[in-house]
Structures are given as structure tokens and as C-alpha cells.
């Protein structure tokens, strides 16, 4: 009777497990150092998650992690998404963390939310002080799939009057860190009432962003 049961228990488990979901993926938010506002854009990263698992038939979790940029756990993450208006600060170790991380295949999207650049571009000196930022062009993979940007990003939000431009960190042929500029696109993410854009504006935003998560989950 006894192996009976242990029997049954196993089969059991063996059932459940085989025909439970496959756990979500995590995506996180990047928390730095410097006085910045890491937290910006409370709502976006949970719409483009929506919009990737509504649209993509992806199976993110429904809300972003936090983390921060020395932290082990980094390495738990395909995609890593950075924002603010103000200073950044790595040190050493972070610095670290974060090139490992991206050697590995991690994968970092920072969107300037008007203010970041000087500050992003020193910092990712640190990272990376042999790397320059390339601007991608337009017939890049990550403005064509899986939705079609021809004349890369879409503006959000004025601010300088400047075009909206994507740098792209390159290793060995592959886009490790995108960085969006003068474009506002996680303004675009988040939810209407935030900004009162347009929708299809917002579309717009959320179909880029649905692209760079893409590339990044692309091996």
C-alpha cells in the first residue's frame, strides 16, 4: 500500500508539472546611483509588457523588477531598461556588473526622458571606454521586426527640435545596449491620462518598444 501511495504521489506530480504554464519571463528596471530618477515612468514598462504579451504572444510577468546595477541578480534578466531626467553614477564594481552582464548576452535599453544624455554617455565609458555609439540604420533588424519603423524612432515629445535618434553599443555584430535619444519613447509607453498623447502616437511608441524587446530576446 505504501509504494502504492509514493506511486501515486509521483505520477501525480510528474502530471502537474507537465501540463502546468511555463513560468513567465522577467523583465526589470535598471535602479542607479547619482540622484537621477531611475523610477521615472511608473506606468510604461507594465503597458509595453502588456502590448508584448497582447500582441507578440510573449509571456513577460506583468510587472518589471527592480534593480539595481551591482547586483548579482542582473544576470536573472534578457532585457534591462533604463530612464530619468537627471545624473547617473556607476562605480567600479557596478560598472563591472553591468559589462559582464552584457558580455553574457544581457541586453540594456536606455530611453533619455530629457536630460539623461551627458551624464549616460559618461557613465557607459566606464562600462565600456573601448566601445563608441553607433547610430543604427534604418533598415536595422531592430527597426523592422517584427513591426516597420523606415525612418527609425517615432517622436513623442519635442524638446531641443532635434531628430530622434537610437545609438546602438555594438560586440561582435550584435546590438548590446540600445540607447534611444531626443524621442521621449517611454513617455509614449505609459498610460494615456499621464501625457494626454495622441493614440496613435502611443501605438507607435509601444510597437518600437515591442521591437526592442524583441531583438533583445533574440539569441
Same mark, same amino acid.
Request: aromatic content about 16%; glycine content about 8%; hydrophobic content about 40%.
Given at each position: 500500500?505504501?509504494?502504492?501511495?509514493?506511486?501515486?504521489?509521483?505520477?501525480?506530480?510528474?502530471?502537474?508539472?507537465?501540463?502546468s504554464?511555463?513560468?513567465?519571463?522577467?523583465?526589470?528596471?535598471?535602479?542607479?546611483?547619482?540622484?537621477? %530618477?531611475?523610477?521615472?515612468?511608473?506606468?510604461?514598462?507594465?503597458?509595453?509588457?502588456?502590448?508584448c504579451?497582447?500582441?507578440?504572444?510573449?509571456?513577460?510577468?506583468?510587472?518589471?523588477?527592480?534593480?539595481?546595477?551591482?547586483? *548579482?541578480?542582473?544576470?536573472? &534578466? #534578457?532585457?534591462?531598461?533604463?530612464?530619468?531626467?537627471?545624473?547617473?553614477?556607476?562605480?567600479?564594481?557596478?560598472?563591472?556588473?553591468?559589462?559582464?552582464?552584457?558580455?553574457?548576452?544581457?541586453?540594456?535599453?536606455?530611453?533619455?526622458? +530629457?536630460?539623461?544624455?551627458?551624464?549616460?554617455?559618461?557613465?557607459?565609458?566606464?562600462?565600456?571606454?573601448?566601445?563608441?555609439?553607433?547610430?543604427?540604420?534604418?533598415?536595422?533588424?531592430? +527597426?523592422q521586426? #517584427?513591426?516597420?519603423?523606415?525612418?527609425?524612432? #517615432?517622436?513623442?515629445?519635442?524638446?531641443?527640435n532635434?531628430? *530622434?535618434?537610437?545609438?546602438?553599443?555594438? +560586440?561582435?555584430?550584435?546590438?548590446?545596449?540600445? &540607447?534611444? +535619444?531626443?524621442? %521621449?519613447?517611454?513617455?509614449?509607453?505609459e498610460?494615456?491620462?499621464?501625457?494626454n498623447?495622441?493614440? #496613435?502616437?502611443?501605438?507607435?511608441?509601444?510597437?518600437?518598444?515591442?521591437?526592442?524587446?524583441? &531583438? *533583445?530576446?533574440?539569441?
Amino acid at each position: 500500500m505504501r509504494i502504492f501511495k509514493v506511486f501515486f504521489y509521483t505520477l501525480v506530480v510528474l502530471l502537474f508539472t507537465s501540463f502546468s504554464p511555463a513560468p513567465a519571463i522577467k523583465i526589470a528596471k535598471l535602479k542607479y546611483n547619482g540622484g537621477g %530618477d531611475w523610477y521615472a515612468n511608473k506606468t510604461s514598462l507594465p503597458n509595453l509588457i502588456a502590448f508584448c504579451n497582447k500582441q507578440l504572444n510573449m509571456q513577460i510577468a506583468a510587472e518589471e523588477d527592480i534593480i539595481e546595477v551591482g547586483s *548579482a541578480e542582473l544576470f536573472n &534578466y #534578457p532585457f534591462v531598461h533604463l530612464t530619468g531626467h537627471g545624473n547617473i553614477v556607476f562605480s567600479e564594481q557596478e560598472a563591472k556588473n553591468l559589462r559582464n552582464y552584457l558580455l553574457a548576452g544581457g541586453f540594456l535599453h536606455a530611453d533619455d526622458n +530629457y536630460g539623461l544624455d551627458k551624464f549616460f554617455r559618461r557613465e557607459m565609458k566606464k562600462v565600456f571606454p573601448e566601445l563608441n555609439w553607433v547610430e543604427l540604420p534604418f533598415n536595422h533588424t531592430i +527597426y523592422q521586426k #517584427p513591426f516597420s519603423f523606415n525612418n527609425g524612432l #517615432p517622436k513623442v515629445h519635442e524638446h531641443d527640435n532635434k531628430p *530622434a535618434q537610437g545609438f546602438g553599443l555594438m +560586440y561582435e555584430g550584435r546590438v548590446i545596449c540600445f &540607447y534611444t +535619444y531626443e524621442c %521621449d519613447l517611454g513617455n509614449g509607453w505609459e498610460d494615456r491620462e499621464v501625457h494626454n498623447d495622441p493614440e #496613435p502616437i502611443r501605438q507607435k511608441a509601444l510597437q518600437m518598444g515591442a521591437n526592442i524587446v524583441s &531583438y *533583445a530576446f533574440m539569441k
